[in-house]
């Protein structure tokens, strides 16, 4: 079974920064993409970034180079960088990952930008 926990959430300041991590476990787990999504309140989820198999990278073009998506595929972990943060990044952060078996959803770890 695929577990998927994200952590690094929290309360920042606007300009501030975060580091938001992805855990990903199960047994013979291949994982062919990590993504980064969040969803506001009220708001339909987005995507924040893609980190693919080949190291494609995709990021949402609310992104504008402030945030960096990176991977240890050795220790079955994935990150998101995020700087300069802004009000309206306040968001509950999810990850995902693209494995043999499916794609699975973590719980999400709420980001509030706020003084």
């Known amino acids: 079974q695929v577990q998927v926990v994200e952590s690094g959430g929290g309360l920042v300041q606007p300009g501030g920064s975060l580091r938001l991590s992805c855990a990903a476990s199960?047994?013979?787990?291949?994982?062919?993409?990590w993504g980064w999504y969040r969803q506001a309140p009220g708001k339909q989820r987005e995507l924040v970034a893609i980190?693919?198999?080949?190291?494609?990278?995709n990021y949402g073009d609310f992104v504008k180079g402030r945030f960096t998506i990176s991977r240890d595929i050795a220790n079955r972990m994935a990150y998101l960088q995020m700087n300069n943060l802004k009000p309206e990044d306040t968001a509950v952060y999810y990850c995902?990952?693209?494995?043999?078996?499916?794609?699975?959803w973590g719980q999400g770890t709420q980001v509030t930008v706020s003084e």
């Open positions: 995902k990952v693209n494995t043999h078996i499916g794609e699975k």
């Open positions: 980190i693919g198999h080949g190291a494609t990278l």
């Open positions: 199960g047994r013979s787990l291949a994982i062919y993409a």
